[in-house]
């Protein structure tokens, strides 16, 4: 069974920074595709940005150019640093990996406001 747990979400002005963080159980980290997700309140839960195990990166378009997704095999960990955050980013984060299987972490709140 795969465990994912998310960390790093919290409080945020309007243009400020968050780095989160995503530790993710087993041995097969390098064949897992890797993605974050979030959910606002009242909407469904939208792709952000992916990290396959081919090293190759997708964003979505309202997150390019302010966030990045990193990955660190050595550590087992993925990463999503957001810079120049929005109000419309205000949701909960979830951290997702896809290989013979689909595990999600419980996510972890992002709030941005002035």
């Known amino acids: 069974q795969v465990q994912l747990v998310e960390s790093g979400g919290g409080f945020v002005h309007p243009g400020g920074s968050l780095r989160l963080s995503c530790a993710v159980s087993?041995?097969?980290?390098?064949?897992?595709?890797m993605g974050w997700y979030r959910q606002a309140p009242g909407k469904q839960r939208e792709l952000v940005a992916t990290h396959s195990s081919g090293a190759s990166t997708y964003y979505a378009e309202s997150v390019k150019g302010r966030f990045i997704i990193s990955r660190d095999h050595a550590k087992n960990m993925v990463y999503l640093q957001m810079n120049n955050l929005k109000s419309e980013d205000t949701a909960v984060y979830y951290c997702?990996?896809?290989?013979?299987?689909?595990?999600w972490g419980q996510g972890t709140q992002v709030t941005v406001s002035s």
């Open positions: 997702r990996a896809t290989w013979r299987g689909d595990y």
């Open positions: 087993g041995s097969i980290f390098s064949l897992y595709d």
